[in-house]
C-alpha cells in the first residue's frame, strides 16, 4: 500500500493563481474512490481538502484514507491515512501525518516543514528520525499532488508525448524523487460517465511489486479541475484500479459525458 499511494507527482514552476485563490482547486474539494481487482471490490480511498488551523494560522487540511473492505479486509485490514497542512499562500505544506496501519504493521509519524529560518533550505522535524535539512520548496507527498495539478498542468499543451517531469518530496522521511512521464490523451469510463483525460506513467521501481517502470498509470479529468479521476497498478498478480465514484466541492463543473 505503501508504494501504490507514494508514486505522486511533481513540479515545474508555473504560478497560477486567479483572485489570490488556486485555480483547480479549493477547501470543500472531496473524491472517493473504489479500488477493485477484475470485478472484486477490494476497498475504498477518499481524497479531501478543508479549512483548519495550525499554530494560530489558517491553512488547508488535506487528508487521504485508503482502507480495505470485504473479503480484502478479512484477509488482510489496511486502513492508511496521509494528512497534510498546507500554506495556502505557498502551497507548501506546514506539517504532514503518515498514519500505517497494515496488519500487524502499524507507524505513525508527524514531521513539520520550517520554509522560513533558512533561505537556501528546509528545515524538517521528525518525530521519529529527528531534523534533516532538505532542498527549498519541499513537498509532501499529499501537498505536491495539489501543487502537480495547479502548477504542471495548466501548462499541459506545451508538454510533449514522452516528457518526463520531476520533483522531489519527503515520504517515509526520507527523500523521494517523482517522475512522471506525460503519455497524452485519453477519454476513459467512469461510473459518472466518459471523462476525457490527460495520462502519465511515474516511473515505478522494478522489484518485488512491480515488473517495468511504467506499471502505475494516473488520469487527471481534461479540464480546469485536473481532477484525478483514475489510477491503475499492474503488479505481479493483476491490475488494481482505483476509480473515482463520486465527487464533491469542485471549482468548476466536471467535464464529463453522461451515460
Known amino acids: 500500500m505503501k ?14 493563481q486567479l483572485a489570490g485563490q488556486v485555480s483547480s482547486y479549493q477547501p470543500g474539494e472531496k473524491v472517493n474512490y473504489i479500488i ?11 481524497l479531501e481538502l ?17 482502507r480495505t473492505t470485504g473479503m ?15 500554506n495556502p499562500a505557498t502551497e ?37 528520525t529527528g531534523i534533516h535539512i532538505t532542498p527549498q520548496g519541499i513537498h509532501d507527498i499529499i501537498s505536491c499532488f495539489y501543487w502537480f495539478r495547479n502548477h504542471n498542468l495548466p501548462g499541459i499543451a506545451n508538454f510533449k508525448k514522452g516528457e518526463m517531469i520531476e520533483m522531489t518530496t519527503w515520504f517515509t522521511d526520507e ?23 490527460y495520462k502519465f506513467n511515474p516511473v515505478t521501481e522494478v522489484g518485488r511489486l512491480f515488473k517495468t517502470q511504467e506499471d502505475v498509470s494516473f488520469w487527471f479529468s481534461a479540464d480546469k479541475n485536473f481532477l484525478p479521476v483514475k489510477i ?13 465514484v463520486s465527487y464533491e466541492g469542485l471549482v468548476y463543473p466536471l467535464d464529463i459525458k453522461k451515460k
Open 3 to 16: 508504494k501504490l499511494i507514494s508514486i505522486f507527482l511533481l513540479c515545474q514552476v508555473f504560478l497560477l
Open 36 to 46: 477493485h481487482y477484475g470485478a472484486i471490490n477490494a476497498g475504498m480511498a477518499s
Open 50 to 66: 478543508r479549512k483548519d488551523s495550525f499554530s494560530g494560522k489558517d491553512i488547508w487540511h488535506s487528508a487521504m484514507e485508503a
Open 72 to 86: 480484502a479486509e478479512a484477509l488482510f485490514r489496511v486502513k492508511d491515512t496521509y494528512e497534510s497542512y498546507i
Open 92 to 128: 507548501l505544506p506546514v506539517k504532514s501525518i503518515r498514519n500505517i496501519n497494515e496488519g500487524r504493521y502499524h507507524k505513525y509519524n508527524i514531521v513539520l516543514f520550517d520554509h522560513v529560518t533558512r533561505k537556501d533550505s528546509a528545515i524538517l522535524t521528525s518525530d521519529l
Open 175 to 197: 527523500l523521494y524523487p517523482i517522475r512522471m512521464k506525460y503519455i497524452g490523451e485519453e477519454e476513459i469510463k467512469t461510473r459518472a460517465g466518459k471523462i476525457m483525460c
Open 232 to 244: 491503475r497498478f499492474n503488479i505481479f498478480v493483476g491490475a488494481f484500479m482505483v476509480d473515482m
